[in-house]
């Protein structure tokens, strides 16, 4: 089974960039649809992005334009870029792999947005 690590949160000014990195281990990250989560104090945890095994990505309408998912298997990590930050962006990332009714998830990065 694979276990997830998330890092690379932390504060940043309105408009700047931070990049979330889960490293994986026990198995490959290329087999799984790897998720990156997001969650607020009283929210339900929403979908931020994914990537598919063969590649394909996918975003919510919020982040579109501005984060971007990525792979990169010989690291078996799986990678978030977020740029132009805003204060509605602050919240606890998790990365999340799935596959044929497997779940797992990382412990969580926080991300705060705020000058």
């Known amino acids: 089974q694979v276990q997830l690590v998330e890092s690379g949160g932390g504060l940043v000014q309105p408009g700047g960039s931070l990049r979330l990195s889960c490293a994986a281990s026990?198995?490959?990250?290329?087999?799984?649809?790897m998720g990156w989560y997001r969650q607020t104090p009283g929210l339900q945890r929403e979908l931020v992005a994914l990537?598919?095994?063969?590649?394909?990505?996918n975003y919510a309408d919020s982040v579109k334009g501005r984060f971007t998912i990525s792979r990169d298997n010989a690291k078996n990590t799986v990678y978030l870029q977020m740029n132009n930050l805003k204060p509605e962006d602050t919240a606890v990332y998790y990365c999340?792999?799935?596959?044929?009714?497997?779940?797992?998830w990382g412990q969580g990065t926080q991300v705060t947005v705020s000058s």
């Open positions: 999340k792999a799935d596959r044929l009714g497997f779940s797992a």
């Open positions: 026990g198995s490959s990250v290329s087999i799984y649809v």
């Open positions: 990537v598919t095994s063969g590649g394909s990505t």
